[in-house]
C-alpha cells in the first residue's frame, strides 16, 4: 500500500508561481516513476508530467513545458511540481500519481500509475 499526500495548492495570480510536493510512504519510492497529472472541471484527467525512477527521465505535457519542472528527492521520498508563469487555463486539482512498474522511465499512461493522491486545487486568477 502507497499513501501520497500532496500539498502547495492555492491561489495566484497570472504569471506567478506555486511549487507543490507530494510526500510518498509505504513502498520503495525510489525504484518507481512519480507523475502529475491535472483536472479542470467539466474536463478529463490530463498528463501534466512524469519523472523516471532515478530522476534522469521526464516527461511533460506540451502545454506546460518550458514553464513547469518535476523532480524528485529519493532521500525524502517527495516528488516536486515547480510551476512558474502560471496561466487561467492551469487552474485544476493537480494530483500526485506513484508508477506501477519498477524501475521504469516517465510515462504519460493513466493505467501506468497504481496510486494516487487526494488532489491539491491550485487556482490561477487573471
Known amino acids: 500500500q502507497v499513501q501520497l499526500v500532496e500539498s502547495g495548492g492555492g491561489l495566484v495570480q497570472a504569471g506567478g508561481s506555486l511549487r507543490l510536493s507530494c510526500a510518498a510512504s509505504?513502498?520503495?519510492?525510489?525504484?518507481?516513476?512519480m507523475g502529475w497529472f491535472r483536472q479542470a472541471p467539466g474536463k478529463e484527467r490530463e498528463f501534466v508530467t512524469s519523472?523516471?525512477?532515478?530522476?534522469?527521465?521526464?516527461s511533460y505535457a506540451d502545454s506546460v513545458k518550458g514553464r513547469f519542472t518535476i523532480s524528485r528527492d529519493n532521500a525524502k521520498n517527495t516528488v516536486y511540481l515547480q510551476m512558474n508563469s502560471l496561466k487561467p487555463e492551469d487552474t485544476a486539482v493537480y494530483y500526485c500519481?506513484?508508477?506501477?512498474?519498477?524501475?521504469?522511465?516517465?510515462?504519460?499512461?493513466?493505467?501506468?500509475?497504481?496510486?494516487w493522491g487526494q488532489g491539491t486545487q491550485v487556482t490561477v486568477s487573471s
Open positions: 500519481a506513484h508508477g506501477a512498474t519498477y524501475r521504469s522511465g516517465p510515462t504519460r499512461r493513466v493505467g501506468e500509475y497504481d496510486y
Open positions: 509505504g513502498r520503495t519510492f525510489s525504484y518507481y516513476a
Open positions: 519523472i523516471s525512477w532515478s530522476g534522469s527521465s521526464t
